[in-house]
């Protein structure tokens, strides 16, 4: 799951240096908190959060087959 959020997080960005993913993984959440630059958060973001919920959307999707609850925070 990282590497998922990391892979999306990266493609969106211009500086995928400094994409950071932090994990806390409990027994049945996960939560994920990814770090970017500062002039690529409204990338990761995007339109009135459109592109974010996109990426919880698919989060969620693959937190079901793990029978996990997946939380995204996009930190600034």
């Known amino acids: 799951m990282k590497t998922l959020v990391e892979l999306m997080a990266k493609s969106l960005v211009d500086k995928p240096e400094e994409v950071i993913v932090a994990v806390a993984d409990g027994e049945k959440t996960a939560i994920f908190e990814l770090?970017?630059?500062?002039?690529d958060i409204g990338k990761v973001i995007g339109?009135?959060?459109k592109t974010a919920q996109a990426m919880r959307i698919i989060m969620s999707a693959v937190g079901s087959k793990l029978k996990k609850r997946c939380v995204l925070?996009?930190?600034?």
């Open 35 to 39: 770090r970017v630059a500062a002039s």
């Open 47 to 49: 339109k009135h959060g």
């Open 73 to 76: 925070e996009i930190l600034d």
